[in-house]
C-alpha cells in the first residue's frame, strides 16, 4: 500500500486509482451518452442497475405527496393534513425569478448540455483526483430531479432515504440512466418544473410554492429577484442557509446566488446589487398540520375522518395501502359535518363544562336514515397542552377512542323493550318490579347455555319509593330497573344480544358483549356515536344505517375516489320502532328526561346513570337528527360526580337528565333550528301502572330524595 506524503497529498498510486475510479464512471456516462440502451446493459446484467431500457413513470409524472383539504358538508375548510406540505403547481405559476436563480445556482449549463455535463464531470474528475474526494459537484439539474424522486418514493422510510442518496457508483449511474431518458421524454422546462415542485426548502416546506408561503406569505408566482434568490440558496443545504435561524448566512448565501445571475447574465449587475443591498425580509407563516388545525372544534372529526379512511378497504386492501394514499395526499375529503350542527354543539359544550372541569363531555349528532355523521364535539379540546387530548371520546378504540368507552347506565333498556316487542311482548305488559331483587336464573344464551346467577348478584331501583307492579310506559319514564331484569328473564339474552347487533351495539373496545343479565342496567362500555346512530334507528322507524363521514373525495386532478356508502337495513319493525319512540317520548315529556324535552317538534330520549355517578347520558332524537352525550371521567381515575362543580354549577349528585339532557336539547334546538320539524308516528299505549314516585332528573343544587347505595351493576336512571 502506498503511503501518505508529508505533504499531506496522495501517493502517486492512490492517485492512480482515484484517477481510475472515476475515469471508469466517465466511460460509463460517455457510453450512456451514446448509446443508453446498450451502454449500462452489461452493468444491468450484474445487478447494478434493472430494467435499464424502461423508464419507470414515477419519473416523468412522479406522485409527489402533497396537503390533503377536509371540508365540511358545505364545502368550508375543517382542517388541512399533510405528509409533506406541497402545492404542486405548474411553471407558468412560478416567478420567472425563480426559475433563473435555481438554474443558476445548480445548474447554469442546464439549457446547453443533456443530461449529463460532460464538462462538468471533467472539471469535477479533475478536482477530486487533486482533493482526494469521491466524485461530487457534476450533478446536473436533471441528475438532482431524479435523485430527488427516489427520496420522495423513500417516503419516511430512513433505510430507503439513505439508499437513495448513498455516494456509491451503482446509485450514481442508475441515476445517470435516469437522466438521459427523462431528458428525451420530459424535456427542459418539464424538468424544471418538476424540479421546483419536488426539492425541499426547508421549514418543512416541500416544492417553491409551500416555500413560498411559508417564508413570505405569498404565491410562487409573485417573488421578488432577492426573494428568489433566498430560496434557491436554502436548496443546497437547507439548515445550515434557513433564514429563520439564521439569517446572516442566508444572506450571504442568497447574494451569492444573484452574483452568480449576474455573471452569467440573467441580471444586469446593478439589478444583483441592488438585490444584494436589500435586508433579508421574512413574513413568515408557521407550518399548521393536521387534525389540531381544525377550525369549529372539530379536531376530533377530523381525526375520526382520518381513522375512517385508515380502516375502510374501499381505500384499499391493506392498512398499509391505504396509509400510503393517506399520506400521498393531494386529495380533497368533502365531510358528512353539518357546521350549523357543529356550532350548536360547541356552544352547548361550553356553556355546560369547562374545559379545566374535573369532569369531560362528548356530544355525537348523526342523521336518521343516512348514518351521516353531523356534528362531533367534546370539551377536552384536540391538542397536546393542558386540558387537551387526542382521544376522542365519542367513538371506539380502533377509531382513536378510550381503550373501552363508557357504561351507557338506562340508555340500554330500550334495547331490550325493542328486542322484547319483536318477539310479540305487549307493550302494556306488567311485571312485578320490587324494589330490590335477586337477578333471575336460569337464563338462556345463544349458545345453548345458561347464565346462572351463583353469586346472588341483586339489581336495586334508584329510589326507596320505586315499588312495582309496573307497565312497560311508566317503567321506561321512571327507568325502573327491576322491571328490565325481569324482561330478561323473560324473553332471554339471546334476543337482546341480536337486536344489539342489528343496531351495532358493541363494545368500544372491540370485545364481545356481555351476556349476563346486568346488560339491562348498562353495565357494558360504548362510544356516544355508537349509541346515536343505534337510536338513529328508531327515528328511522326501525331501518339502522352504518355511520358515514366521507361524502366524496377527489385526488389532485380532480378525479373522484371511490368512497364508502352507507348500509342500511332493517332491524325490527316499523310496528316495534314506533312503540318505542312513543315510550321515549313519554320519557322526555314527563320521565327521568323531561329537562331535555324540545317544545317545538317532537322529541324523544333516555336518560342514563352508572354505579357510583361515574357516567350520566342522555341519548335522544327527532325524526330528523339523533344525538348522544355523555358527561364522566375520560381518564384512567373515576370520579363519582356528587357534591361536584362542572361549568360553573354546583351539583350534589349528577343525573343523566340532569346534565347531559340540557346538553342534549340545547346542542339539538340550535341545530335543528329554522329547519323543517316532521312528527313521529305514535301508537296508543296504556298505562298499567300504580301511580308510583322517584325523581326525574336532578338540577344544580338540589338533591334528590334518598338515592342508593352505590353497588355492582346497579346502573340508575
Not at 330478561?488 to 351495532?504: F, S, Y
Request: aromatic content about 6%.
Amino acid at each position: 500500500m502506498g503511503k501518505k506524503r508529508s505533504g499531506g497529498g496522495l501517493t502517486g498510486s492512490q492517485q492512480a486509482a482515484k484517477f481510475l475510479g472515476v475515469s471508469v464512471l466517465s466511460g460509463v456516462v460517455l457510453a450512456g451518452m451514446a448509446i443508453p440502451g446498450a451502454g449500462a446493459l452489461g452493468l444491468a446484467a450484474k445487478g447494478t442497475v434493472e430494467g435499464f431500457d424502461e423508464i419507470p413513470a414515477n419519473l416523468k409524472t412522479p406522485p409527489l405527496s402533497q396537503r390533503t383539504t377536509i371540508l365540511d358538508s358545505e364545502g368550508g375548510l375543517i382542517a388541512t393534513v399533510y405528509s409533506r406540505d406541497r402545492q404542486v403547481v405548474p411553471l407558468t405559476a412560478i416567478s420567472p425569478y425563480m426559475q433563473k436563480a435555481i438554474v443558476a445556482i445548480e445548474d447554469s449549463r442546464f439549457y446547453e448540455h443533456g443530461a449529463i455535463d460532460l464538462k462538468g464531470i471533467l472539471r469535477a474528475v479533475n478536482r477530486n483526483a487533486q482533493e482526494g474526494g469521491a466524485a461530487q459537484g457534476a450533478s446536473t439539474l436533471t441528475q438532482q430531479y431524479v435523485k430527488n424522486v427516489f427520496v420522495e418514493e423513500a417516503g419516511n422510510d430512513e433505510t430507503k432515504v439513505r439508499e437513495a442518496q448513498e455516494k456509491s457508483l451503482g446509485r450514481k449511474i442508475r441515476e445517470l440512466k435516469y437522466s438521459i431518458q427523462v431528458e428525451e421524454e420530459l424535456g427542459k422546462k418539464k424538468i424544471l418544473e418538476n424540479y421546483l415542485n419536488i426539492t425541499y426548502f426547508g421549514q418543512q416546506a416541500y416544492g417553491i410554492e409551500s416555500a413560498a408561503q411559508r417564508y413570505f406569505s405569498k404565491p410562487a408566482k409573485d417573488l421578488a429577484l432577492e426573494e428568489a434568490a433566498l430560496l434557491a440558496g436554502v436548496v443546497q443545504s437547507p439548515s445550515r442557509y434557513d433564514p429563520v435561524n439564521d439569517s446572516q448566512e442566508a444572506t450571504k448565501r442568497r447574494n451569492i446566488v444573484l452574483q452568480r445571475m449576474a455573471d452569467i447574465k440573467d441580471v444586469s449587475q446593478a439589478e444583483a446589487d441592488a438585490a444584494k443591498a436589500k435586508p433579508v425580509q421574512l413574513k413568515v407563516t408557521r407550518p399548521k398540520n393536521g387534525c389540531i388545525t381544525a377550525v369549529k372544534g372539530a379536531g376530533f372529526f377530523c381525526d375520526y375522518v382520518r381513522n375512517s379512511f385508515l380502516t375502510d378497504s374501499v381505500f384499499g386492501k391493506t392498512r398499509e395501502e391505504r396509509a400510503k394514499v393517506w399520506n400521498q395526499g393531494g386529495l380533497t375529503v368533502r365531510t358528512t359535518l353539518d357546521p350549523q350542527a357543529q356550532d350548536a354543539t360547541n356552544e352547548s359544550i361550553k356553556d355546560h363544562v369547562y374545559e379545566d372541569d374535573k369532569i369531560a363531555t362528548a356530544v355525537t349528532m348523526v342523521q336518521p336514515g343516512t348514518g351521516r355523521v353531523l356534528a362531533m364535539g367534546q370539551s377536552k379540546p384536540y391538542g397536546f397542552g393542558k386540558n387537551e387530548t387526542q382521544i376522542n371520546y365519542s367513538v371506539d378504540k380502533r377509531m382513536g377512542g378510550s381503550n373501552f368507552g363508557f357504561q351507557v347506565g338506562s340508555t340500554f333498556k330500550p334495547f331490550i323493550a325493542a328486542a322484547a316487542l319483536e318477539r310479540g311482548m305487549s307493550p302494556t305488559k306488567t311485571y312485578a318490579s320490587p324494589n330490590k331483587m335477586e337477578y333471575p336464573s336460569p337464563i338462556p344464551r345463544c349458545d345453548g347455555t345458561d347464565y346462572i346467577n351463583l353469586k346472588d348478584e341483586t339489581a336495586k331501583n334508584e329510589t326507596e319509593d320505586e315499588i312495582g307492579p309496573y307497565g312497560l310506559k311508566t317503567a321506561m319514564e321512571k327507568s325502573i330497573n327491576t322491571y328490565f331484569v325481569e324482561m330478561i328473564g323473560e324473553i332471554g339474552l339471546c334476543p337482546v344480544a341480536q337486536m344489539t347487533q342489528k343496531l351495532g351495539v358493541a363494545p368500544a373496545s372491540g370485545a364481545r358483549m356481555a351476556d349476563g343479565p346486568a346488560i339491562a342496567l348498562g353495565s357494558e362500555e360504548m362510544s356516544p356515536l355508537t349509541m346515536a346512530n343505534a337510536y338513529a334507528t328508531f327515528a328511522n322507524r326501525g331501518v339502522y344505517c352504518t355511520p358515514i363521514a366521507i361524502e366524496s373525495i377527489t385526488d389532485t386532478h380532480g378525479k373522484a375516489l371511490a368512497v364508502p356508502k352507507s348500509k342500511c337495513d332493517r332491524a325490527m319493525s316499523t310496528a316495534t320502532a314506533d312503540t318505542i319512540n312513543t315510550l321515549l317520548r313519554g320519557v322526555v315529556d314527563s320521565g327521568t328526561g323531561e329537562r331535555a324535552g324540545l317544545t317545538d317538534r317532537d322529541s324523544a330520549g333516555k336518560t342514563g346513570t352508572t354505579d357510583a355517578r361515574y357516567n350520566a347520558w342522555f341519548v335522544g332524537y327527532t325524526p330528523n337528527i339523533s344525538g348522544a352525550v355523555w358527561v364522566g371521567s375520560g381518564g384512567a381515575k373515576k370520579i363519582t360526580m356528587e357534591n361536584i362543580v362542572i361549568g360553573g354549577k354546583s351539583y350534589d349528585k349528577v343525573f343523566g337528565g340532569g346534565l347531559p339532557g340540557p346538553i342534549w336539547k340545547n346542542a339539538v334546538s340550535g341545530a335543528l333550528s329554522g329547519r323543517e320539524a316532521p312528527s313521529f308516528t305514535t301508537v296508543p299505549i296504556a298505562d298499567t301502572s300504580p301511580s308510583s314516585g322517584g325523581p326525574r332528573g336532578n338540577r344544580p343544587g338540589t338533591n334528590p330524595s334518598s338515592p342508593p347505595t352505590p353497588g355492582p351493576n346497579r346502573s340508575g336512571r
